[in-house]
């Protein structure tokens, strides 16, 4: 991704009431932007996940890491790649030629959505309030993610070493925000 | 707790991420008649009911459950 003056993130402006909160919390939580965090979506048939430059998740619901970058399992023909900022390029020319040839799909959706990176001992409590998944350890742990409702946006969550990372669309950012800081 | 919809590769989760697809039905039928029944006239059962379920928050996957109407307990 190149013009880099155009690229705006939709929570700039709420940097510091994000902060303020953190500090009220008293080091119970974080609550972080993660600008222009690239994504790619990949669809391709699970039979050639191995052809992919990036490991695949096959299990449904988890992460796989490898370097900068991790991918998160979407559904049972589709993932999303996530890396550094402005890396989509990179990443999208790696996948296609991997696998050229193949019916598949590689999108750069760094756009799509917006990154929030909710940390701190206290974050499950938080995300329990707007999130009817079972967030107990048992069956929620570190290296899973989960597409799944929070109040009343759609997010993605990815459950990360001490943090959530939380997706959602650029429209909701601001709507996702402020539901956390009633939670806080 | 909402009532939880197994997802075939989520688990359950709450119906919340579901969308409702209607009673479970064939694909086809051999001739008009069982055709029609087949599209318009759903058994609306009382009890247990074979339904399809569109996972359309999670991972777009359609998953077929059986409910009970009368107590939306999903065996």
């Keep these: 991704m190149t013009g880099d003056g155009f690229v705006r993130d939709p929570l700039q402006a709420r940097a510091l009431d994000m902060a303020a909160a953190a500090d009220r919390s008293g080091g119970r939580l974080t609550l972080d932007r993660e600008p222009f965090l690239t994504q790619v979506s990949l669809r391709l048939d699970p039979s050639l996940a191995s052809r992919s430059p990036f490991p695949l998740p096959l299990e449904p619901n988890t992460v796989t890491e490898d370097g900068s970058h991790e991918v998160l399992w979407l559904g049972p023909d589709e993932w999303l790649v996530l890396g550094e900022p402005h890396t989509g390029a990179q990443i999208v020319e790696a996948l296609e030629r991997a696998l050229a040839g193949e019916h598949r799909s590689v999108i750069d959706v760094s756009a799509n959505r917006v990154a929030v990176e909710l940390g701190g001992t206290g974050r499950i409590a938080v995300l329990a309030t707007g999130c009817g998944l079972d967030l107990h350890p048992r069956s929620w742990r570190g290296g899973m993610c989960a597409q799944t409702l929070f109040a009343k946006t759609h997010v993605i969550l990815q459950e990360r070493l001490n943090a959530t990372r939380m997706l959602v669309r650029p429209s909701f950012a601001d709507y996702l925000v402020d539901r956390l800081l009633v939670g806080l | ?75």
């Design chain 2, 1 to 75: 707790m909402a009532v939880g919809i197994p997802c075939a590769f989520c688990g359950v989760r709450p119906f919340t991420e579901f969308t409702f697809g209607g009673e479970w039905r064939e694909l086809d039928a051999p001739d008009a008649e069982s055709d029609f029944q087949r599209v318009y006239l759903p058994e609306n059962a009382e009890g247990a009911q074979r339904e399809r379920w569109f996972h359309v928050m999670g991972c777009r996957t359609w998953s077929t459950v059986v409910r009970d109407t009368r107590t939306n307990e999903v065996g």
